[in-house]
């Protein structure tokens, strides 16, 4: 049996492990173009924050920094090629001043000052963001938004916490688990270094979505200022029928749409029994195979992790299997009701493993698979990337035997592997992992052509080009062929609320 203290130890390790700029073999570069042919950081021409705005804009909000070196560390983000660009001398971010403030009032003077100088917002906060998406590549105003950190108020009766956009992850769990005996069972891999206000603005995913969702199903109702700074709230409700779901539309518009400076999320009681049980299967698609049935049987375990005979090697130190992790946590009678269903399951093509030493290697290791490349000689020319999407169960084998064959056909690649992370009843997530050792100068042209690979791919089979780290602008060539004719609603949709293309520009693939 796996212990409340080892399963919250497990939970509190929120390091997000990438390269860092001192360390470019990490990273990877971004000089190739995207299917559109333009680079990702190109601007026809950055706005620049004229000498009276910047009055207007200090006077609205709290501080307001124009010093490039300021402005460049305090947009910087964690995606590779905002890292590689940098270390190559091009950095991404262009001419912008970063706009402090801590409530919605400011938020929305903010807003208005930019429409009547016609310049470009981009929100930011914590800025964990692996695709790009809150990077400043117009220019114009950077909206810090990590001020907006107060928790408002709690409904004990309904499990409803009201709570700002710039608390960051660990303080908000921490503080839900202190005060209130209640938790939101949301643990991203960035879970320290980001958010609530980004987790639903990229519709983000936690470690045990399974058991209580991806983020779009953990808000109750937001506040929302739109382009205009006019505020409008959505939601509060737990199901409706008066039209279209709005609260949908904004989780997950990445900034474009508006900006989230209130959340009222649903909680989840602090869970008293965990316990997990591990086995191996002979190949992807068997592992694959238990997943869909035991979810299609009706269990919901907190965590359904499937690996690779790669990663399995490089996680567990059994590289002839392909490791399956079932844990779960909440009352013992449904645990126990739905490992018995995993374990039947399993047991028919699947060999039963050491359940407590791959749960706390899991615990140990879980964050580091496609993040640093372990196992792989370092070089300079040392490129480590990871890509999730999301499928239906029919295509998932075909698509995880097809990217990995289409990675691993890029030159200079070292190998591609996955691991199934993310499960439902009707699909799962796939997380790819890319690693290639090129020349310095070769890095950002194996990169492209690694994404552009694996795209291809996912794109075939008619798969979700992302499960959960969004759009931004490392997926924004992808998203027109993605959508197909939803496009066009897109850009009306983005048309109708920010008429003059303000908020978050090139992102989404707008």
Request: glycine share 12%.
């Amino acid at each position: 049996m796996i212990s409340k203290e080892a399963v919250k130890r497990g939970y509190n390790r929120g390091n997000y492990t990438v390269g860092a700029p001192s360390q470019p073999g990490y990273a990877a570069g971004l000089d190739g173009a995207g299917l559109s042919g333009e680079p990702y950081f190109s601007s026809p021409a950055p706005a620049v924050v004229d000498a009276q705005t910047l009055e207007l804009l200090a006077a609205a909000a709290d501080k307001v920094v124009s010093d490039p070196g300021l402005v460049r560390d305090g947009t910087r983000d964690w995606w590779a090629g905002t890292m590689i660009a940098e270390t190559g001398g091009r950095p991404a971010t262009p001419e912008s001043v970063i706009v402090h403030v801590s409530s919605t009032e400011q938020v929305q003077a903010v807003m208005r000052i930019a429409g009547q100088a016609s310049l470009p917002v981009t929100v930011s906060a914590g800025r964990s963001n692996v695709t790009g998406a809150a990077l400043p590549v117009a220019g114009g105003i950077v909206l810090d938004v990590c001020g907006l950190d107060k928790f408002v108020s709690f409904d004990e009766a309904s499990q409803i916490i009201e709570v700002e956009a710039g608390v960051f992850g660990d303080i908000f769990e921490e503080t839900i688990q202190r005060d209130y005996g209640m938790t939101m069972g949301h643990w991203p891999s960035s879970y320290a270094i980001s958010t609530v206000g980004g987790w639903v603005a990229c519709r983000g995913a936690g470690q045990l979505s399974t058991r209580y969702g991806k983020i779009e199903d953990m808000v109750y109702g937001m506040d929302v200022v739109l382009a205009s700074g006019e505020l409008v709230t959505l939601g509060e409700s737990a199901r409706a029928a008066v039209g279209p779901d709005l609260l949908q539309l904004f989780i997950g518009s990445e900034g474009t749409l508006g900006v989230i400076t209130r959340v009222r999320f649903k909680l989840h009681r602090l869970p008293g029994f965990g316990r997990a049980t591990a086995y191996g299967f002979a190949s992807f698609a068997d592992g694959l195979e238990a997943c869909r049935q035991i979810m299609q049987a009706g269990a919901t375990p907190a965590a359904l992790r499937l690996y690779d005979e790669l990663e399995s090697g490089l996680q567990f130190g059994l590289p002839e299997t392909n490791v399956l992790l079932i844990a779960d946590e909440g009352t013992r009678e449904l645990v126990d009701a739905g490992l018995t269903i995993a374990d039947r399951i399993c047991a028919e093509s699947g060999t039963e493993l050491d359940s407590d030493a791959i749960f706390e290697r899991w615990l140990d290791t879980r964050y580091l698979t496609g993040k640093s490349a372990e196992g792989f000689k370092r070089s300079p020319g040392l490129v480590a990337d990871t890509l999730e999407m999301v499928g239906p169960w029919a295509v998932l084998p075909a698509v995880y035997d097809d990217v990995v064959a289409a990675i691993n056909a890029v030159p200079g690649t070292l190998a591609g592997s996955a691991h199934q992370s993310h499960a439902y009843v009707d699909g799962a997530c796939l997380y790819f992992s890319l690693r290639g050792d090129v020349d310095v100068a070769e890095r950002g042209v194996w990169y492209r052509q690694a994404w552009d690979a694996a795209n291809e791919v996912i794109l075939r089979h008619n798969a979700t080009l992302s499960h959960h780290h969004g759009v931004g602008l490392l997926r924004a060539p992808y998203m027109e062929r993605s959508l197909g004719t939803g496009f066009e609603v897109l850009r009306a949709v983005k048309a109708a609320l920010d008429p003059q293309n303000l908020l978050n520009p090139g992102k989404l693939g707008l």
